[in-house]
Every structure is written in C-alpha cells, then in structure tokens.
C-alpha cells in the first residue's frame, strides 16, 4: 500500500510504476502532470527560449545554402558537355 502525495488516501499501485505518487484519482493524476511539466521546465530551462529557435533557423540556412551550392555547381559541368 501507498499513500497519495496529494489526497492523503492510500491506494495499491499498478505493478509497471516504479515510484508510485499519486492515486487513480483524476485530480490526483492532473495534479502529478503538473509538478512533472514544472520539474522538467526547471530542469531544462533555456532549452525553448528564442536563442534555440535562431541557432537551429541559422543551421538550417546554412545547410540549404550548401545544398544549393552543390547543386549550381552540378548544373554549371552539366552544362560544359
């Protein structure tokens, strides 16, 4: 038996979670997702500030602007024969 961190209830845990937290109460579980997506926002902060967005917009620039190298390039000996 486990004791809900949220209602205080006890409950007998499903045999697949490894640290039960709270109980099949729908409340309960909306409850746990929170603190979960609050734990994981703390942990990973910066990871979706605006900085990523531009470096990963940046990088792709750059690729698409080696590919269109390449390709240019690929017409131009095409173009000699």
């Known amino acids: 038996m486990h004791i809900c961190n949220y209602c205080g209830t006890s409950f ?3 045999a697949q979670t490894k640290k039960p937290k709270a109980c099949t109460n729908r ?6 997702q929170r603190d979960n997506e609050k734990a994981w926002k703390i942990k990973n902060q910066g990871l979706y500030d605006g900085s990523y967005f531009r470096i990963k917009r940046l990088q792709r620039i750059k690729q698409l602007r ?13 173009s000699r024969f």
């Open 27 to 32: 409340k309960c579980q909306k409850q746990r």
């Open 12 to 14: 007998i845990p499903r």
């Open 66 to 78: 080696k590919l269109a190298e390449r390709w240019f390039k690929f017409l131009e000996v095409g």
